[in-house]
């Protein structure tokens, strides 16, 4: 009897040191449904499957497409010095970047950065282009870097691809210090033509001057009300100072912050597509810009935000008339709803 | 977007046809669910191709199948389209003949037998046959006699005389090779054992391996001691047969005899099927009854054999994707290539378990080594993806090479593995590293090592394989169990992971300002604009309850009113236009 006792004590106790072990692991499924965090499933079979119809995705995926559209509609966006279709417009590439002497080159189709280059000035005696970085390249390698894009080097599949020279955007000096070697971008998820939540992508020495978070980017919630950093989160973990610069990143706080939402929210008439995200950077001279939109966009933005998205999508869900709403109001509605600050 | 409704309604059908299709053959002709019930019944078709002589009669002979202990023809037939067909019986050899009086061009003939498994069986068409009086010229007759003299010194019986037989005829020197380069090895011992007193005969032998094609009889000894005998591989000098051996001809004569036509040749295809035991005894029964009726009702079996043998694999490959689907979708594994997964499985089951992963994780290793350099080269796509697969072909080949060489014949098995497939996984994870570390492609790699092993252990499971040939139904169960996961949106069982620390930190902390958690107010604002729709969007935008008396107020906002009733054209049409002044 005392070995049948002691049997199933042991054998309670081993059932609860397990699920202890699985609830220091995982999350209940339940809690993340209270909270509304939005899954992988649920956002593609939900959002992007209901709301964004396939015949637009090229609109996106192809960042020239993206810019014509966006001077359509009086979206701004760093303005196109000129574009490359075809290996014989290679040769007048000089002709095209003219006098420039801050330009960017980038595919069409790329993704994650990659291809992208960034001439900072020209040297005034050989005439060669100097990167980012301060190496010098001639004319010759550029030619060979818009040859090697055009033949899909850097585009998913390898397709063929289109090069994109732009004017070069200098960076809000307000972001100084927030970011290590690399582009500050805002993120806003647009549902319908509201702004539903917003981050900024820092990179860090670790994720060697990349946006990604999951390369230990860290990733600042912006709140929609002010512009104001909510939580700052590196590896999945809230972080409180960056952690190369040891700026405090709480103190964060985005300018032109009505523009921004306003140029996120008008995206929505611009795409026609209902669930988006627009990369938004800061030029210190011309405000905020549209820097491309993604129709896919990532679910690590509640992880920055410490919020679910689902609550904020099934508010907008529940609205009628949706589309009578100006993107002025669109953009107060979600200020008035999804706002974290106080004004 | 089809409507919710109409789309269960169709899963649940397909569900429900699919299982009553199992049902039915389950009930109908017992087909069993459990592979443990069952008798093997192996069916095999010979296919006999040649080229016609113009304007010549043409007569085909093809020995059938000898009768033996441990199988039991069940049934045969033949499929031969403008040919006479006649079952004739020469001294004691049983053959089919095909016969026409002229034909042109490529012919094909087709002979198709099923054995049944059949451990009682102990009948046996194998006669001994006379010694001849061997008649062969100088200098092989003496090489001949001094062979056999000298094994039956060393030897007490006839078994034991051809042990002795075939390790001389192993022994490298003049007057061996002289031998062998005059007869067939067969031919070679059944003459020295002629020689030395002994009856003995060519046989031909088809081992038979499931789903096999394009297989040729292999050639071994008989040997006779009083009325016993015993076969013997000319080559190794082990004797007996295995019990997937089955004896073809054992009456010394050739198995295809063509007249007025040319380049003959005879192939064998072979699948293994399960019978339930019931229906076994009365396929048993049924052996001397006509043939003709389709004892199994299975609308696979009708098919050929060579295409039934394609099916099984191909009806398994269903099983192989649900997984990956279950994976991915409810459990959120990361892979490499969607499907890559299956088709790997798929080339475990070729190969074994073992060979297999070390097959895969030494090309895919040694591959992404060779990429490392290619990507230095800064090629095209194509041009990089072609090279690639040109390496893998290469490492494959040298890894057949070199086990071979080991005495490892396992690793020849290595060729079935895809090699576009691989070439692209190769690809695809070289980018990987390149783009994300080495850890995703660890992690990658891995998930779809993973999930190949499941999606391959769920196929080389005889259960399951028996279901999935036997059971077309099944097909449509599984079809409706994909739509029905790819409707799933609840989490990942990833996510869980994923979102573990999010979930407890808005369990702890509140953001900026909240008195209230977002999502508990959200839920309340939702549920406020449900219960009355017009009065909170309105108030909400105007931030005024909506009543007659606002009306003053709305009117100079730059939004129309909102009217709760029937909005007029007008108004529409204003609200347009505001809008679209806005953008």
């Known amino acids: 009897m005392k070995l049948l006792d002691s049997l199933k004590e042991q054998t309670s106790q081993a059932v609860s040191r397990l699920r202890g072990q699985i609830a220091g692991r995982y999350a209940s499924p339940l809690d993340m449904t209270q909270y509304g965090i939005m899954g992988m499933n649920q956002r593609n079979v939900n959002y992007i499957g209901r709301y964004n119809r396939r015949d637009l995705f090229p609109l996106v995926d192809n960042k020239l497409l993206t810019k014509k559209i966006a001077a359509q509609h009086q979206v701004k966006s760093p303005t196109l010095i000129g574009s490359l279709q075809n290996q014989h417009e290679v040769a007048g590439i000089s002709e095209l970047i003219g006098a420039h002497t801050e330009f960017c080159v980038k595919p069409a189709h790329g993704s994650g950065g990659k291809g992208i280059l960034v001439i900072k000035g020209r040297d005034i005696a050989s005439g060669n282009f100097i990167k980012s970085s301060g190496a010098t390249i001639t004319l010759h390698d550029l030619e060979r870097h818009v040859t090697n894009t055009l033949a899909g080097l850097f585009s998913l599949g390898g397709r063929p691809d289109f090069v994109l020279i732009e004017e070069l955007i200098h960076f809000d000096n307000v972001f100084s210090g927030y970011s290590y070697d690399g582009v500050p971008d805002t993120r806003v998820i647009v549902f319908q033509g509201f702004p539903v939540m917003c981050m900024m992508r820092l990179s860090t020495a670790a994720s060697d001057g990349k946006a990604n978070l999951h390369q230990g980017a860290v990733g600042v919630g912006i709140c929609l009300r002010t512009g104001r950093a909510v939580r700052a989160v590196q590896y999945n973990l809230p972080i409180h100072y960056h952690p190369d610069t040891d700026k405090d990143l709480l103190s964060l706080r985005v300018p032109h912050w009505q523009e921004v939402l306003e140029l996120a929210s008008s995206c929505y008439d611009m795409s026609g597509l209902g669930y988006i995200g627009t990369d938004i950077v800061l030029d210190r001279d011309k405000g905020p810009m549209l820097l491309e939109l993604n129709a896919r966009p990532g679910l690590a933005i509640q992880i920055c935000n410490n919020a679910g998205l689902l609550p904020r999508l099934r508010l907008i869900e529940g609205l009628f008339k949706k589309h009578r709403l100006t993107v002025t109001q669109r953009v107060e509605f979600a200020k008035e709803h999804f706002g974290v600050y106080e004004a | ?583």
């Open chain 2, 1 to 583: 977007m089809v409507s919710r409704g109409v789309f269960y309604f169709v899963t649940a059908a397909l569900f429900l046809v699919g299982l009553c299709l199992i049902a039915y053959q389950h009930i109908n002709f017992e087909v069993p669910f459990i592979p443990g019930q069952e008798r093997q019944l192996w069916t095999v078709e010979a296919k006999i191709e040649f080229d016609a002589q113009l304007n010549e009669p043409v007569t085909v002979a093809f020995a059938l199948p000898a009768v033996q202990p441990g199988y039991s023809q069940v049934k045969q037939s033949t499929s031969s389209l403008g040919y006479g067909v006649n079952y004739v019986d020469r001294l004691g050899a049983k053959y089919v003949e095909w016969t026409r009086r002229s034909a042109s061009g490529a012919q094909l003939l087709f002979y198709r037998s099923e054995f049944l498994a059949d451990p009682e069986f102990n009948g046996s068409s194998m006669k001994v046959p006379p010694l001849r009086q061997s008649v062969e010229p100088e200098p092989y007759a003496t090489a001949i006699r001094e062979i056999a003299e000298d094994g039956y010194s060393h030897s007490a019986d006839p078994f034991s005389l051809t042990v002795q037989v075939i390790r001389a005829l192993t022994v490298e020197n003049e007057s061996n090779s002289l031998l062998k380069a005059q007869y067939r090895p067969t031919e070679l011992v059944v003459k020295i054992l002629e020689s030395a007193g002994v009856q003995a005969r060519e046989v031909g032998v088809l081992t038979l391996e499931d789903g096999r094609r394009n297989r040729s009889l292999t050639e071994r000894v008989a040997v006779f001691s009083g009325s016993k005998y015993q076969i013997f591989d000319p080559l190794s000098g082990v004797s007996g047969m295995r019990s997937n051996e089955l004896i073809w001809t054992d009456s010394g004569a050739s198995v295809l005899d063509v007249a007025g036509g040319r380049n003959a040749r005879v192939s064998f295809s072979m699948l293994k099927n399960g019978v339930p035991s019931t229906q076994a005894g009365n396929l048993r029964a049924e052996i001397n009854r006509a043939a003709g009726a389709e004892l199994l009702s299975f609308s696979i079996n009708s098919l050929p054999i060579e295409e039934q043998s394609l099916f099984k694999n191909i009806l398994l490959l269903p099983v192989g994707v649900l997984i990956v689907v279950f994976l991915r979708i409810i459990v959120g594994i990361k892979t490499s290539g969607t499907f890559m997964p299956v088709l790997i499985a798929m080339a475990f089951l070729q190969t074994s378990l073992t060979v297999g992963l070390i097959g895969f994780v030494a090309i895919v290793g040694a591959g992404l080594v060779v990429r490392s350099w290619l990507s230095h080269l800064n090629l095209l796509l194509v041009a990089r993806i072609s090279a690639v697969i040109i390496v893998v072909i290469c490492i494959i080949g040298s890894v057949s090479l070199f086990t071979y060489k080991a005495g490892l014949t396992e690793g020849l098995k290595v060729t079935f593995f895809p090699m576009i497939i691989l070439s692209w996984t190769i690809e695809r994870m070289s980018i990987l590293w390149e783009e994300e570390g080495y850890k995703e492609v660890f992690k990658q790699g891995g998930g779809s090592l993973f999930v190949a092993l499941c999606a391959y252990l769920a196929m080389d499971s005889a259960f399951i394989q028996n279901l999935t040939f036997n059971f077309l139904g099944l097909q449509l169960v599984l079809l409706s169990l994909v739509l029905v996961m790819g409707n799933y949106t609840g989490f990942r069982l990833s996510e869980l992971k994923r979102f573990k620390p999010l979930a407890a930190q808005i369990k702890s902390y509140r953001n900026g300002d909240e008195k209230e958690s977002e999502h508990h107010r959200l839920k309340r604002e939702l549920r406020e604009l449900k219960a009355d729709p017009h009065n909170t969007l309105h108030r909400w935008l105007h931030k005024a309850p909506y009543d007659g008396s606002a009306r003053a107020d709305t009117n100079t906002a730059q939004e129309p009113p909102a009217d709760p009733a029937a909005p007029s054209p007008a108004a529409d049409a204003e609200a347009k236009n505001s809008a679209s002044k806005e953008h």
